[in-house]
Nanobody, 129 residues
């Protein structure tokens, strides 16, 4: 059974950093890509960053490029999202999700269109002074 569990959210001041973790079970990154998505009140869901370790590729939304970094752990059972230089506009519930490699054509398409099959429960990130 595919399961994803997020952790690491919290309250941080503008300019601060957080690292989100997505613990994976029931599947391997050899056949799945992982994405981080966020949903803020009154805003559309946004694909923040996605990774395909089998294809050695990553994608970042323009809104986070240069500030966020996605990576996988050595055991490939955890995916991280390092978030630096946080802004109030980054406040949202952050979800990780899994997509089967054969279910999308390109990683950007998978990320922008959320072409995923399994979701975690989400973790709240609040950026405020």
């Amino acid at each position: 059974q595919v399961q994803l569990v997020e952790s690491g959210g919290g309250l941080v001041q503008p300019g601060g950093s957080l690292r989100l973790s997505c613990a994976l079970s029931g599947f391997t990154l050899d056949y799945f890509a992982i994405g981080w998505f966020r949903q803020a009140p009154g805003k559309e869901r946004e694909g923040v960053s996605c990774i395909s370790t089998s294809e050695n590729s990553t994608y970042y939304a323009d809104s986070v490029k240069g500030r966020f970094t996605i990576s996988s752990g050595n055991a490939k059972n955890t995916v991280y999202l390092q978030m630096n230089s946080l802004k109030p506009d980054d406040t949202a519930v952050y979800f990780c999700a899994a997509a089967k490699l054969w279910a999308f054509t390109t990683l950007p398409a998978m990320c922008v269109r959320a072409m995923v099959t399994s979701w975690g429960q989400g973790t709240q990130v609040t950026v405020s002074s």
